[in-house]
């Protein structure tokens, strides 16, 4: 048969004296005394103590077979002779101001990655509060504070997260995909405590990619001059869409009844690239019906394919000439859409033009923002700020199968 003592040990509460057990309605509930090594001041671990009194505790344990498990600990108050305080003692292999054993707290955290909070929560027998402040602890003290020394690319971003929270700025290690910061809000101040830790660690950043927006260009400046900025490729691709988007908007306002009529329909197909249209849907004849009857639109739609071009060339030198050119053919058009556009690309043609020296993008961010979707989506939302940002923090190594 199992001693007590063994019985003890794969609960995790090995070295308590046994008073009694027993068991009713499917709890396994056991009585025990605190061992004599707790039997020292909590605060400066003195012996030197007097004995006031005893105290009760109820502490859940791991399941013993198919039965939830409760300990009833009684358990000593001391009075320092160094401190001369009177406090509960610390008990060993108890969670400190929890009532749950840390074998327990093991138990649920290994439980986490295949299982809901729900599930783990039915499955221990305790409520889902207990396991999501399990939970959120070991998140916070594993991932809480990632080190930031080894950085050297890093990729800025805000997300939006919900009518609750609504935006967060978020950091990535660009290298491995992890989230090294979650700033609130989508503003320069969302990122000052990133930069205080940054300056704290001395890491040596050597490339930043963001899109651009002025407050990340003026905060990246400002705390890192010496790195080079790259601007996200596929963010000025989305601003020149944006741009060709408005200009049929504008020029459907404009036109007669025929000309709405070809131009009805037609945003998708504008912003398709040319190898991607749909032959068996007359995709390509429709486009190019609309672009013969509206010169400006025709305009605008080839110097939307061009664009693409400026991170094809050979070298940074050919690709900076190809911006020359792209702008003075945007601005030379007449259209007023484009002239603010090459105004924009020349504005931030350095941060371009970086692309050649870090070949980088904030692509890896825009695939944790559709982990972050899924994340929300499984757990319905999240009430605790804190606790989903310490699921962020750890989303590099989730898996959403069943986790919520």
Not at 60 to 86: K, S, W
Not at 109 to 134: C, E, H, N, P, W
Request: glycine share 6%; with cysteine; charged share 25%.
């Amino acid at each position: 048969e199992m001693t007590t003592r063994e019985l003890y040990s794969s609960i995790g509460v090995s070295g308590y004296e046994h008073r009694g057990c027993w068991r009713k309605g499917g709890i396994f509930h056991i009585r025990m005394e605190a061992p004599l090594s707790c039997h020292k001041c909590p605060k400066c671990c003195n012996r030197n103590v007097i004995h006031r009194g005893t105290f009760d505790r109820v502490v859940h344990a791991p399941r013993i077979g198919l039965d939830r498990t409760v300990l009833f600990i009684r358990a000593p108050r001391l009075e320092c002779r160094r401190c001369r305080q009177v406090l509960n003692a610390v008990l060993p292999q108890v969670e400190p101001l929890c009532n749950y054993t840390k074998s327990l707290a093991r138990l649920v955290v290994d439980l986490r990655k295949m299982m809901t909070i729900k599930d783990v929560a039915q499955y221990v027998g305790v409520s889902d509060t207990m396991i999501r402040g399990i939970d959120k602890k070991y998140l916070n003290r594993k991932f809480g504070k990632p080190r930031l020394r080894h950085l050297e690319i890093i990729a800025i971003d805000e997300i939006y997260v919900g009518k609750r929270n609504k935006f967060f700025t978020i950091v990535i290690d660009w290298m491995t995909g992890a989230i090294v910061f979650v700033g609130d809000g989508k503003c320069e101040k969302a990122l000052k405590p990133f930069w205080k830790r940054l300056r704290g660690s001395q890491a040596k950043i050597k490339a930043v990619a963001t899109d651009m927006a002025s407050a990340y260009y003026s905060a990246v400046l400002k705390n890192l001059p010496n790195a080079k900025h790259v601007f996200d490729r596929f963010h000025i691709v989305k601003l020149m869409n944006e741009k060709l988007t408005q200009l049929r908007r504008d020029l459907q306002r404009e036109a007669d009844t025929m000309g709405k009529k070809v131009l009805k329909g037609l945003r998708y197909l504008l912003l398709k690239h040319q190898e991607n249209l749909n032959e068996s849907k007359n995709e390509r004849a429709r486009l190019m019906e609309a672009l013969d009857l509206n010169q400006p639109l025709a305009i605008a739609y080839y110097l939307k394919e061009d664009l693409g071009q400026i991170w094809q060339q050979p070298n940074k030198t050919i690709a900076g000439r190809f911006l020359k050119d792209w702008c003075a053919r945007a601005r030379a058009s007449g259209i007023k859409v484009l002239h603010t556009m090459a105004n924009t690309l020349q504005g931030h043609r350095t941060g371009i033009l970086n692309w050649y020296d870090f070949p980088i993008s904030t692509g890896r961010l825009e695939g944790i923002n559709n982990k972050i979707g899924a994340l929300q989506r499984m757990a319905y939302g999240y009430r605790d700020p804190e606790y989903f940002i310490a699921k962020l923090y750890a989303l590099h190594l989730a898996k959403f199968e069943l986790i919520g």
